[in-house]
């Protein structure tokens, strides 16, 4: 008899296991899901932020570019001059002066498009770098204790003062 008093206590406890513990809610707290995909959108603003870099890369070299192109038309500049001095007749310094002014302009104008694009292509990264900056500074700092949100502004203040350095100098 007493086996079988046993055997219902241990049947009673196993089927009230099983009963209170097979409906255990496993839900994340929403600040958990807010806080992943903040992540993931931290990841693509980092991405930009690279592409950014490489953008400014590639202005910097075709900025060599054209600084080499402006030796050469220099150099060019220097031999029609010389050619002008050379010359006998009147006919080849007319000539000379003319291919000089012409090579003249025509640089002038390359230069005055590639300053332009160069202008405007650092303008779209810093403008891109700084949008991406305030989404963080307003994403993060609503999923960040207090101590992480300051410390996380002073991070993007400074990187905003170096992304436009001649707006913060008076």
Not at 1 to 26: E, P, S
Not at 78 to 105: G, I, N, Y
Not at 137 to 144: E, F, G, N, P, R
């Amino acid at each position: 008899m007493r086996k079988w008093t046993y055997l219902v206590a241990a049947l009673l406890v196993g089927g009230a296991t099983t009963t209170f513990t097979g409906c255990i809610d496993n839900d994340e707290p929403a600040g958990i899901e807010q806080l992943r995909g903040a992540k993931a959108e931290f990841i693509k603003a980092k991405a930009a932020y690279e592409d950014a870099l490489t953008q400014i890369q590639l202005v910097k070299v075709e900025r060599e570019k054209v600084k080499l192109e402006k030796d050469q038309v220099n150099l060019e500049l220097k031999k029609c001059s010389l050619e002008v001095e050379q010359a006998k007749t009147a006919e080849q310094k007319a000539f000379w002066e003319a291919e000089a002014q012409k090579r003249t302009e025509e640089f002038k104008a390359k230069m005055l498009d590639l300053q332009t694009l160069t202008a405007q292509a650092e303008y779209n990264n810093k403008k891109a770098l700084n949008i991406g900056l305030r989404w963080l500074v307003i994403h993060l700092s609503q999923s960040l204790p207090l101590m992480e949100r300051q410390l996380l502004r002073r991070i993007l203040v400074m990187a905003h003062w170096l992304i436009w350095p001649k707006r913060n100098q008076v």
